[in-house]
């Protein structure tokens, strides 16, 4: 069973240009991770988020989790084509080893 | 560099060869992990360790068993393979319940 639906599940945009990425659920998550892969490597992490509200920066990239903690955004200002690539959130509901993936929102920053 | 790595990174089996995935970390954790990750699906997990001696089975667990070799050393096994098992496989490992995940860079499998 999959908890986590990431939308849109592909973005093409030009560089220069602004996105937002999100990642909901109906379960509450003590934890939430943001992940970026590009091909033929493993997700690296990007952040990591455990309170409700917050929000979190790096460079261009803002990251928020929601007050419920049920969802979560991520933000892109002027997208570069080094950002291209399958960003990924995962969540753990319990605090435990393990995280549940979302199917991921595959994007490509044209220059 | 200290990390997380797979071998082989490519495979092509026939239906019914079994073959062994191995993944070895350098950084010191305690769990590891074995994801699959196919088109649209996402991750999903097969087995994990969260410590030396102890494995579960996570969602996906059919078809795989793994052992836990020692605190570096966690290999994923198919006996009998299935076009089914056709994926790529991601080894993991994580310091603790809130710390990233350190994937490997990946088997790619195929059974024909």
């Known amino acids: 069973t999959q908890l986590l639906e990431q939308s849109p599940q592909f973005l093409s945009i030009q560089e220069g240009e602004n996105l937002t990425v999100y990642c909901n659920s109906s379960s509450v998550f003590s934890s939430l991770q943001w992940y970026r892969q590009e091909p033929g490597e493993g997700p690296v992490l990007l952040v990591t988020?455990?309170?409700?509200?917050e929000v979190k920066k790096l460079k261009r990239l803002t990251f928020q989790f929601g007050d419920a903690r049920k969802d979560s955004s991520l933000h892109i200002t002027a997208a570069q084509p080094g950002d291209t690539g399958l960003y990924l959130c995962?969540?753990?509901?319990?605090?435990?080893?393990?995280?549940?993936f979302g199917t991921g929102t595959r994007l490509k920053v044209l220059a | 560099n200290a990390g997380v790595t797979q071998t082989p990174k490519f495979q092509v089996l026939k239906t019914g060869q079994s073959m062994t995935l191995q993944c070895a970390q350098d950084?010191?954790?305690?769990?590891m992990y074995w994801y699959r990750q196919d088109p649209g699906m996402g991750l999903r997990l097969i087995y994990y360790s969260a410590s030396e001696g102890t494995t579960d089975k996570g969602e996906v667990p059919n078809g795989y068993n793994v052992s836990r070799l020692n605190k570096r050393e966690f290999s994923l096994r198919l006996e009998s393979a299935a076009p089914s098992q056709t994926s790529v496989y991601f080894c993991a490992t994580k310091v603790g319940s809130n710390y990233g995940y350190t994937f490997g860079s990946g088997t790619r499998l195929t059974v024909v």
């Open positions: 988020v455990v309170t409700g509200g």
């Open positions: 995962a969540g753990s509901t319990s605090g435990t080893y393990k995280y549940i």
């Open positions: 950084m010191n954790h305690n769990s």
